[in-house]
């Protein structure tokens, strides 16, 4: 059984004040509170790249947990924003971290669903390969490709990266998974010449209409009713979005968390660092996962504690 | 039981010779014909991208066999020459190919080992979420990242992309894989500031070197012996190379094939162009492909011939 015994994440304590910007954007503190629920963006520092973020997360994992680096047998890194294009990020990371020469090691690219998709690849090459132990990162430093001039992009993502430890000692474990693509609509979302530029009223279109029935299509397909889920963690595209989300899926506040304010939408490693919180929070059994972002791509997922 | 069902390629018409170079380079017909063994490489439309060879290569494949796209539920691009960096290639050719919304796509960033382990990936991922359909693609565009007057890199490196469609009716499926990673060496294959740069002398080492011995610890994994492999798929680094290693093996020449004269090193389209081939002779049943460079990374397979 092979699922996610630890989680450790980095976010760069360098931040940018969306409340210094609001008379360059024209914008309100209460649009800054109440609309995107960002007051300020986490940007890591000039000299880090897309794998110092990843080594700096796994330095933290190692405050948790003991892990013997010669035991790790794969690492993926989910990232759209890598050192280079190649190699893949993940043969740096395999370098800085000192990993055995039978560590296999690949990155996936993808965005804001790259977490859910990353566990199940993973988790599926790790049971397929009879593997025991291996760490997925997830790194995209939106900072590298954000003009500081853009309304739509630059009030909203935030750096950060996670690791998360799979292991046959899990604490949580998938019970499904649901994927899914709009690729004629991948133009609203894109990084052209260096710059990310962002269609923000196709992508809130695109999430609060098309995800709660994906949602109710992955519950249907294992018999759960929206009730029986203790906790979802959405991707945290904005404030408004989560709202919008949870207004139509009829939840209660208690049921969702939303706490980028101080630090911004930071892509892959958002999910992961709401589900690092779950580990404390022992009471909640079922957590549904959902990303949904750049390709237009989406993925959710139910996990369930098993310790 | 996923396994490949077809393979299909594109390479390009366009070619450049390198006997055309003869004289810039200082080298010999003897050096192209019989050291690197590349006399001309395939180059790409510029107004082509790596997301147009997939379609291409798509379409070679709806030459050979009948595919209802609408019961296609993955696609994987394998690739280090995206399109854009943001979003994934696999998003545009989703789009380019009118792909159904419940279709999962993502791209693996891996070389010239990446066929091999896009082969583990999307089969892994196919069996773990029950999905029926699959498509593989490979599309690596070092004519994006080519030097033409860098000696190491232009005389050998071509154009093309692949497809294969996984399903559960294939004829080749595989017994095992090896993975493996050198990440301190990750220097020695780079692509910085648009550049691809090469240590030609270190990659070959290290395929010489360790290559052999990796496959000899696959084949003792499944209890095999070499000689019960009845065809090599080497990936095609150069000519001197793949003789290196089928020198250390001690393989007859029957047992392996190098035809990349014509086009050159395709990357991670190099061994399913040589795949492609094995599905017209039936005699060899038990075949082992082998990928290795960029990271640096390897991946080797044990395949079996099902029908």
Same sequence: chains 1, 2.
Wanted: a negative charge; proline letters at 3%; glycine letters at 6%.
């Amino acid at each position: 059984m092979v699922g996610i015994q630890e989680i450790a994440s980095y976010i760069p304590e360098k931040r940018i004040s969306n409340y210094n910007k609001k008379e360059k954007f024209g914008i309100t503190d209460d649009f800054i509170k109440n609309k995107i629920g960002v007051e300020s963006v986490a940007v890591k520092d000039d000299s880090e790249d897309c794998s110092d973020l990843c080594v700096k997360a796994f330095q933290n994992l190692q405050k948790k947990i003991t892990i013997d680096k010669d035991e790790i047998d794969i690492i993926v890194v989910v990232t759209q924003n890598p050192d280079y294009n190649l190699p893949h990020t993940s043969a740096i990371v395999h370098g800085q971290l000192d990993l055995p020469q039978s560590c296999a090691a690949f990155d996936v690219s993808l965005g804001c669903s790259g977490f859910v998709y990353g566990m199940s690849v993973i988790e599926s090459f790790m049971k397929c390969n009879n593997m025991k132990s291996g760490l997925l990162f997830t790194s995209d430093p939106y900072s590298k490709i954000i003009d500081v001039n853009d309304k739509n992009t630059s009030l909203l993502f935030g750096d950060a990266a996670t690791v998360s430890l799979f292991s046959h000692d899990p604490v949580y474990v998938s019970k499904e998974f649901l994927f899914g693509t709009k690729g004629k609509h991948y133009h609203d979302l894109i990084c052209e010449n260096k710059t990310l530029t962002m269609n923000g009223r196709a992508i809130s279109t695109f999430g609060r209409k098309l995800i709660p029935a994906e949602i109710m299509k992955l519950l249907d397909k294992i018999e759960l009713s929206i009730d029986e889920i203790d906790q979802f963690l959405f991707h945290p595209g904005s404030l408004f979005m989560i709202k919008s989300l949870a207004h139509v899926l009829n939840l209660d506040e208690s049921k969702y968390v939303y706490d980028i304010l101080h630090y911004g939408n930071t892509v892959s490693s958002s999910i992961p660092i709401l589900l690092e919180k779950q580990f404390i929070e022992t009471k909640n059994k079922l957590l549904l996962l959902s990303g949904f972002g750049v390709g237009l791509s989406w993925g959710n997922a139910v996990i369930k504690r098993v310790k």
